[in-house]
């Protein structure tokens, strides 16, 4: 596995449209960096799973609708 120039380690960071295209790049990038990534999707459900199964552990992915917020508890 290559290295990251990077180094995020302790960092959590979000990526909102991470499932796919330049969004999966970027939580891989971040991963190799170091960092813990949160990506977040809307309806890539199978492209969701299959990136944190590739990124293996540095990885936690949540399901949200960022126009409608009445699915949310606080």
């Not at 960092?11 to 971040?30: M, P, R």
């Amino acid at each position: 596995m290559k290295k990251s120039m990077l180094n995020l380690s302790g960092k959590v960071v979000l990526v909102t449209g991470g499932s796919q295209g330049l969004g999966s790049i970027i939580c891989k990038e971040l991963a190799l960096s170091g960092a813990k990534v949160i990506l977040h999707y809307n309806s890539s459900d199978k492209k969701a799973e299959n990136l944190k199964k590739e990124i293996k552990g540095n990885i936690e992915i949540i399901k949200a609708n960022p126009v409608s917020y009445t699915h949310l508890t606080l």
